[in-house]
């Protein structure tokens, strides 16, 4: 496949941009550059090529990597689409004025309104919920909303990432849009308060500092545990029993998801491609590879679940359109500041 490659670095992956005489410019392609790197999109990709004719090429790499070279590209890029695995990202790119709206009957139909831009720049896929994790022999009342984190009943207890994570940045992003900035550095300070101990390490590595004891609450998302329950996850799986989790906000807005994203670039060679892929991406079949692949759920309703994600069950997810979560972002970034969170 002529685009596949690992970006090691922004300056590397614009040095190895292809000229326009490469066969990635050939009818019949369509050319992904992809921050998902999960062996079981491979299914995809071939279904896809089976079905159309048409022949996926792409690059993958860390999605701010992606983005810059796009920026260096600018007109010559041989790239069709992008997609990222966060709704952060995925505006960015749309910030910098890298995608050209999609008109299809296909995704309005599948796609919920929530998940997709409001003038249909990127399209969510999967979507991954950001749960509340607790260890069930050291608490027997968990909270029950991203609010009751910062309730002082529970300093002391809380394990997060740190505030420059993402994901992070996401949630108090949908707080400042639900419940305005003044309430959002409100929680925000309330959980930094409550903190177990100094933000460190992934999603991951909050879950298992419930097993170690370091930690009796956990923000993590929804398929980091998802996937200890399908493979050996070291220093987690063999402990899964004494984790419960909570779909926060069930009797309100609804838990907050984050989002698998892709968007056609304004300058795709191969536009008609690139939207038979997203479309594509929406079938059944698509849904059910893309979203068990990363232990995720699938955005297209009446698609089945994966066994990992069957076992955490089905919830209300906030309707909050997840533009708004880029929208936030800069804001998020400085609340945290203000209050020291690291």
């Known amino acids: 496949m002529a685009l596949r490659a690992r970006l090691l670095s922004t300056t590397l992956s614009i040095a190895i941009a292809l ?19 999960y062996d079981t999109d491979e299914r995809l990709y071939s279904d896809f090529e089976e079905q159309t004719g048409i022949t996926v090429n792409r690059i993958e790499g860390n999605a701010d990597e992606l983005i810059e070279r796009l920026k260096a590209e600018g007109k010559n890029s041989p790239a069709d689409v992008l997609i990222t695995v966060d709704a952060g990202r995925i505006w960015r ?10 008109d299809s009957d296909v995704l309005e139909e599948r796609i919920p309104a929530a998940l997709q831009h409001p003038d249909n720049l990127w399209f969510g896929f999967s979507t991954r919920a950001r ?32 505030s420059t994570n993402i994901y992070n940045l996401s949630l108090l992003a949908s707080i ?81 998801v984050n989002v698998s994203a892709a968007g ?6 191969n536009r008609e491609n690139a939207i038979k892929f997203l479309e594509y991406l929406a079938s059944d079949s698509a849904q059910e590879y893309f979203a068990s692949g990363n232990d995720e759920y699938p955005v297209v309703e009446g698609v089945g679940l994966s066994a990992s994600v069957t076992q955490l069950g089905e919830f ?27």
């Open 176 to 256: 400042i849009a639900t419940d305005g900035a003044e309430a959002a550095e409100a929680w925000a300070q309330g959980v930094k308060d409550n903190l177990a101990r100094s933000p460190q390490g992934g999603d991951t590595d909050q879950l298992k500092g419930l097993v170690s004891g370091e930690c009796d609450i956990a923000v993590a998302n929804s398929y980091y545990f998802a996937r200890s329950l399908r493979i050996d996850v070291e220093g987690l799986s063999e402990h899964v029993d004494q984790i419960g989790w909570v779909f926060p906000n069930q009797d309100g807005r609804g838990t907050h």
């Open 316 to 342: 209300k997810r906030d309707q909050l359109n997840l533009a708004a979560l880029g929208e936030n972002q800069t804001e998020a970034q400085s609340i945290f500041n203000a209050v020291g969170f690291k």
């Open 131 to 162: 749960l509340i994790f607790y260890n069930k022999d050291r608490v027997s009342e968990p909270p029950q909303t991203y609010e009751e984190l910062a309730d002082p009943k529970y300093k002391g207890q809380v394990c997060i990432r740190s």
């Open 19 to 37: 000229p326009a005489t490469s066969a990635a410019f050939a009818d019949g392609s369509v050319n992904l550059y992809s921050s998902r790197h």
């Open 264 to 269: 056609v670039l304004k300058n795709a060679p």
């Open 93 to 102: 790119a749309a910030d910098a004025d890298l995608f050209s709206p999609v």
